[in-house]
Each structure stands twice: as structure tokens, then as C-alpha cells.
């Protein structure tokens, strides 16, 4: 199992849209968008687990720097 952060993500990024994202490199175990616990807004970033490494460093290869919903993942 490999935890991939994402940062810089728009506010408006959904847990489908990047398990979407992902899933074009491999199976997706779980995506977590970190959001404040005050307010329940997205805080920008998110985390990705994946089942395989090698699949995890062809989709951080592949989507770093790739813009999602107007915003440059990193």
C-alpha cells in the first residue's frame, strides 16, 4: 500500500475526481480530502492510497503538475 499526498488541490476537487485521476494508473484503495474540522471546507490538499507502488509512481509521474479543476497538483 503506498499513501500519495496531493497538494494544491482547488476547493472544489471531489473525492471522485481524483480517485478518477488516479485510477487511470492503477487501483485506487482510498482517497481522503482533508478538510478543517471547524468548518468542513476542503483545506486544499488530499491523500491517495494505492494498492501497488509501481502503479502509485506512474500516477505520481503522470499527474504532478497536471492541472485539475484550475488548480497545479503537486
Do not use: C, P, W
Not at 41 to 63: H, P, S, Y
Amino acid at each position: 500500500m503506498t499513501n500519495i499526498f496531493v497538494g494544491n488541490l482547488s476547493f472544489s476537487t471531489t473525492q471522485d475526481d481524483l480517485h478518477a485521476a488516479f485510477a487511470a494508473f492503477g487501483s485506487v484503495e482510498r482517497v481522503n480530502i482533508v478538510t478543517d474540522r471547524d468548518t468542513g471546507q476542503a483545506r486544499g490538499f488530499a491523500f491517495v492510497e494505492m494498492t501497488d507502488r509501481g502503479e502509485a509512481e506512474k500516477a505520481i509521474n503522470g499527474l504532478n503538475g497536471k492541472d485539475l479543476h484550475g488548480a497545479t497538483s503537486t
